[in-house]
T-cell receptor
Framework: GNSVTQMEGPVTLSEEAFLTINCTYT??????LFWYVQYPGEGLQLLLK?????DKGSNKGFEATYRKETTSFHLEKGSVQVSDSAVYFC???????????FGAGTRLAVHP | DAGVTQSPTHLIKTRGQQVTLRCSPK?????VSWYQQALGQGPQFIFQ???????QRGNFPDRFSGHQFPNYSSELNVNALLLGDSALYLC??????????????FGNGTRLTVT
């Protein structure tokens, strides 16, 4: 079946450092891909998405490019802030009806 | 504009008991999905309700059941609770449709602890 694999955390960075969180997927065809963020005590928020190969999703300085050759959707940000500290989830759309398959999540901690 | 609201926020139950969790979707949304998020894991799809019917179901036992009311709100019921049912239960609402025609909006979840 379809699945998502994320790099294990926690990822600890200093403010203004460059961020990469790796995500690879296994799927039939080319499903839509997503990054969600979960702040402490809150639900998930959609950060960005890409619906087809070579699409680049971007939001709030975060970017991810849908790479079908490497079945990857790595999340990047050029300069992280303390407020970016959260858990980040990579996900794919599994068939119809908005069913998502999530990775295990990667915790990011940014220190001043 | 109220987002997705879930109640209660926290709940402690004993093994073997039954629990009911509640969700009110975002205004204008009529499709509700439930996810289970175990500690340190990503959310796993339980099921989705649309037009008061279960439209799709994940790999969860029949102890997990749900309901959707005419006002689109939903309940998740879990019978014969096991320690392994301890998790954060997330509700997400959306408009109907296939693919990603309508983004999912998540509530803050109900933290269930089974002792």
């Amino acid at each position: 079946g379809n699945s998502v694999t994320q790099m294990e955390g926690p990822v600890t960075l200093s403010e203004e450092a460059f961020l990469t969180i790796n995500c690879t997927y296994t799927a039939t065809g080319y499903p839509s891909l997503f990054w969600y963020v979960q702040y402490p005590g809150e639900g998930l928020q959609l950060l960005l998405k890409a619906t087809k190969a070579d699409d680049k999703g971007s939001n709030k300085g975060f970017e991810a490019t849908y790479r079908k050759e490497t079945t990857s959707f790595h999340l990047e940000k050029g300069s992280v802030q303390v407020s970016d500290s959260a858990v980040y989830f990579c996900a794919l759309l599994d068939g119809g009806y908005n069913k998502l398959i999530f990775g295990a999540g990667t915790r990011l901690a940014v220190h001043p | 504009d109220a987002g997705v609201t879930q109640s209660p926020t926290h709940l402690i139950k004993t093994r073997g008991q039954q629990v009911t969790l509640r969700c009110s979707p975002k205004s204008g949304h009529d499709t509700v999905s439930w996810y289970q998020q175990a500690l340190g894991q990503g959310p796993q799809f339980i099921f989705q309700y649309y037009e008061e019917e279960e439209r799709q179901r994940g790999n969860f036992p029949d102890r997990f059941s749900g309901h959707q009311f005419p006002n689109y709100s939903s309940e998740l019921n879990v019978n014969a609770l096991l320690l392994g049912d301890s998790a954060l239960y997330l509700c997400a609402s959306s408009l109907p449709g296939t693919g990603y025609s309508s983004p999912l909006h998540f509530g803050n979840g109900t933290r269930l602890t089974v002792t």
